[in-house]
């Protein structure tokens, strides 16, 4: 699904209504409709309380319409709009609506008193992606009263305050929202770390805008879901045997994180590919025999480290390195052999860089050059900024890794939640399984183990990357249904990758 700007939103939303011949009044009920469907199963079967917060234009709109909508079902709802001296056309349609009812409307100043009922659910209808420049602090009581408030809070289409596609000043006032129900697609800053606070969660509604309009709309963001991965899986043969499904060298470890190791390796496995080979230094052999049969192993000359990357490594198809590896200047030197050596090759297998590879590349900047092209980098945000340098907002640091991307031609899989994806190409696909549980020592370990495994198995880097960032995120949220959150540890992720390919290979689910 694209992600687009508020004003490609716009331009979509006005294709449209020529397309589907409709007026704005009748798309602004359809997004009520869709708004109404999905409170309805936010709350049950309960009646519940409702307070409307409305702005005067049509994010406004859209509050109004649904709180008849809310009405009309039998909930208590108190709607208040803020005065101003025009409203928009759909907006004031609305207000007509609900005067026609006789259902009342309070006035609503930025310098209002409010008092929220318990209980009572809070709908954010105040400014949408109309928003033209930051909130000024007049607006910091109003906001405050709501942000401080006990009631579950959900935003319209996007927090109030936030842009939807370029930075907000932290500073300013913005709602923090339970969940966002948006219009459409899903907004680049409901995806940045940087606004979790006001965005923590978010579902994205279908307004039934043209899907044709939307092919002509380009955008260098992309929100991966289902469909979209389902795409990329190749199909099992009948007459498969391990070789066909490749064999993937896993290179970690050191004295004290053998685990990264192991769990890199026993991913691998349980993704798929045939047969997987581990590279450790000899510390390792027995625990890692010992914990899982089905790798081979190989072992450094040393006891604590790698030292050197055996002849035979580029005999394999798909390399994943760095998972626990530690950056000993030994383990260093070896690299940069190894990418001599690389350079010599007619053709090479496909590369996954982890953790302290990584650590070593940003120590390195000259040996980027050297980076096979269509290697795939799995930093977690340390590791990145360590790799580019500083950036002041998440805008800036995609922008940078985009540049990076296309400069070194590489493939960059920011971790996080919602994973950002960055191609050699410069598109930007952002994850959307995933869940905060699975922040947990050794994830990362496990994700590098599953996209090597997928580069084994032919999958092109990107498809790999991609593939793999999702089945990772979607194997966490199934375990995430039988076990707490805070409880979810790497091996679980591990357990409930079978899960994951049987979900996503069932149209069904
Ligand atoms: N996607 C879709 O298909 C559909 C979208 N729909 C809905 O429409 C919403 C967009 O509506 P919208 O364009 O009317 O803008 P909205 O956010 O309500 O506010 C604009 C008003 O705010 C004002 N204003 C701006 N900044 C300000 C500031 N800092 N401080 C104070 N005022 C400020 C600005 O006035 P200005 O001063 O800039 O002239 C203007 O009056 C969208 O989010 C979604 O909910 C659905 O109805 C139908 C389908
Ligand atoms: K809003």
């Not at 709501?146 to 596609?165: E, K, M, Q, R, Y």
Request: glycine share 8%; aromatic share 8%; hydrophobic share 40%.
């Amino acid at each position: 699904m694209k992600i687009l700007s508020a004003a490609d939103i716009y331009k979509w939303e006005q294709a449209t209504l020529i397309s589907q011949n409709i007026s704005s009044v009748e798309l602004m009920e359809r997004a009520a409709e869709a708004l109404f469907q999905a409170i309805q199963q936010y709350v049950g079967e309960r009646q519940a309380s409702f307070v409307i917060l409305c702005g005067f234009g049509n994010n406004g709109g859209d509050g109004l319409a649904l709180g008849r909508m809310l009405h009309m079902a039998g909930h208590i709802v108190r709607i208040h709009l803020l005065e101003h001296t025009s409203y928009s056309a759909e907006n004031e349609i609305n207000q007509q609506r609900l005067h026609e009812m006789d259902i009342s409307i309070s006035s609503l100043s930025p310098e209002s008193i409010l008092e929220f009922p318990a209980k009572s659910i809070l709908i954010d209808a105040l400014f949408g992606y109309g928003l033209a420049r930051p909130l000024d602090d007049r607006w910091k009581p109003l906001l405050y009263q709501i942000n401080t408030a006990s009631n579950p809070v959900l935003s319209i289409d996007i927090p109030s305050g936030l842009f939807a596609d370029k930075p907000t000043p932290i500073e300013a006032p913005i709602i923090q929202a339970h969940l966002t129900y948006t219009f459409a697609c899903a907004k680049l800053s409901l995806l940045f770390p940087k606004y979790a606070s006001f965005t923590s969660n978010f579902q994205i509604l279908d307004i039934g805008l043209e899907k044709n309009i939307e092919n002509t709309l380009s955008t260098p963001y992309e929100y991966l879901q289902k469909e979209d991965v389902q795409l990329l899986i190749r199909p099992l043969q009948k007459f498969s045997h391990k070789g066909t499904f490749g064999h993937a060298y896993m290179v970690g470890g050191r004295y004290g994180s053998i685990g990264a190791a192991i769990l890199a390796s026993k991913a691998a496995l349980k993704t798929g590919c045939g047969l997987i080979t581990a590279y450790i230094p000899a510390c390792g052999y027995t625990i890692l025999q010992g914990a899982f049969p089905e790798a081979q192993v190989e072992t450094d000359p040393l006891d604590t480290h790698i030292s050197m990357f055996p002849k035979q490594i580029t005999d394999y198809d798909a390399i994943g390195m760095g998972m626990g590896m530690g950056t000993h200047p030994d383990t260093e030197i070896a690299l940069r052999q190894l990418f001599e050596r690389l350079k010599l090759m007619p053709s090479i297998p496909h590369l996954l860089f982890d953790a302290d590879a990584i650590n070593i590349l940003a120590k390195n900047p000259d040996w980027h050059v050297l980076i096979p092209p269509n290697s795939i980098l799995t930093p977690h945000p340390k590791e990145l900024e360590r790799l580019i340098g500083l950036w002041t907002d998440d805008f800036e640091k995609i922008a940078k890794v985009r540049d990076w991307c296309r400069r070194y031609q590489q493939i960059v899989v920011i971790k996080g939640a919602n994973t950002a994806i960055v191609l050699p190409n410069e598109m930007v696909h952002f994850n959307s399984t995933g869940n905060p549980g699975m922040a947990t020592g050794g994830s990362g370990d496990v994700l590098s183990g599953i996209i090597t495994s997928l580069l084994a198995q032919g999958h092109t880097p990107a498809d790999a990357a991609l593939l793999g960032v999702y089945l990772h995120g979607l194997a966490g949220d199934i375990a995430a249904t039988t076990i707490h959150e805070r409880s979810i540890t790497a091996t679980d992720i591990i357990a409930h990758l079978s899960s994951a390919w049987q979900h996503l290979q069932n149209p069904y689910l």
